[in-house]
């Protein structure tokens, strides 16, 4: 499809009524977003995304309704989101504030991720995969409830292992996008960096320096085993365990690194 047809779509889906624009594909509605960042029509692409998320208006979520999605892709910023703004009643209250009133959810669409840290019903899970996978296919939010933190499903060993499986769970969101970037071509990477985006690269070389500093912290603590494990063998002799890593831990480091 030409940029020029791209373009007319893009016109012609903030006039199409809701029943057309349910049939547009995830891969349509990203190209054609991708024209309106390009030309630095942000509030176009917001409308296109209020349009193309619309029928998932007033589904119940989170105890309340859902009373607007958008998707936001400015030219200017380096993400790609969908937001969701939930509102509850208080029949019995005169007066509530709207911190009470709203509630705001959103889903990082580059890192495939929605940015919720409670528990949540199997039913909202259901009705947030469904966000998720009309504009990620290949999303690992599923209607099982796949990727969420369940309410009831295994609570005292999810909060047992919590900050442990967040820490493996960001790793692989990291990995993936390092695989994603690398199977992209250098030299059309090359030509977009160039064009006044040095911010990438400098976001690309800080991560690396994080990550091979947690890489080299973890690898210097780890328990040193003077035994391997043989067929049915059960004792292995360790290091006394340095117990868990914390942020003091990583600021530590930090400042011994500013000091060489």
């Known amino acids: 499809m030409k940029k020029s047809e791209v373009k007319q779509l893009i016109k012609e889906w903030i006039l199409e009524n809701k029943e057309n624009v349910d049939e547009i594909s995830p891969e349509l509605f990203k190209r054609a977003t991708d024209v309106s960042r390009s030309r630095g029509q942000d509030e176009r692409t917001v409308k296109m995304g209020q349009t193309f998320f619309n029928k998932f208006k007033g589904k119940p979520l989170m105890g309340g309704v859902i009373e607007d999605i958008w998707y936001t892709k400015p030219q200017?910023?380096?993400?790609?989101?969908?937001?969701?703004?939930?509102?509850?009643?208080?029949?019995?209250?005169?007066?509530?504030?709207?911190?009470?009133?709203?509630?705001?959810?959103?889903?990082?669409?580059?890192?495939?991720?929605?940015?919720i840290k409670d528990e949540i019903t199997r039913a909202d899970a259901r009705i947030l995969s469904f966000i998720a996978q009309h504009i990620n296919p290949e999303t690992r939010y599923k209607s099982g409830g796949e990727g969420f933190r369940i309410k009831g499903y295994g609570m005292s060993e999810i909060k047992e292992n919590s900050e442990k499986y967040m820490f493996f769970q960001n790793l692989e969101t990291i990995k993936k996008a390092v695989d994603e970037m690398l199977s992209l071509n250098p030299q059309e990477v090359?030509?977009?960096?160039?064009?006044?985006?040095?911010?990438?690269?400098?976001?690309?070389?800080?991560?690396?320096?994080?990550?091979?500093?947690?890489?080299?912290?973890?690898?210097?603590?780890?328990?040193?085993?003077?035994e391997k494990l043989k067929g049915g063998q059960k004792k292995l002799d360790v290091a006394e365990p340095k117990g868990k890593i914390t942020k003091a831990d990583f600021d530590a480091l930090r400042a011994m690194k500013k000091k060489k």
Not at 199 to 210: F, G, L, N, P, Y
């Open 190 to 226: 090359d030509a977009i960096l160039a064009n006044g985006h040095d911010w990438a690269a400098d976001h690309i070389s800080t991560s690396k320096d994080d990550v091979e500093e947690v890489k080299n912290f973890l690898l210097s603590n780890k328990a040193p085993m003077d």
């Open 76 to 115: 200017q910023g380096d993400y790609e989101e969908v937001g969701i703004k939930v509102k509850h009643s208080f029949p019995n209250a005169p007066v509530v504030p709207d911190s009470l009133k709203y509630d705001y959810l959103y889903y990082d669409v580059f890192f495939d991720e929605w940015k």
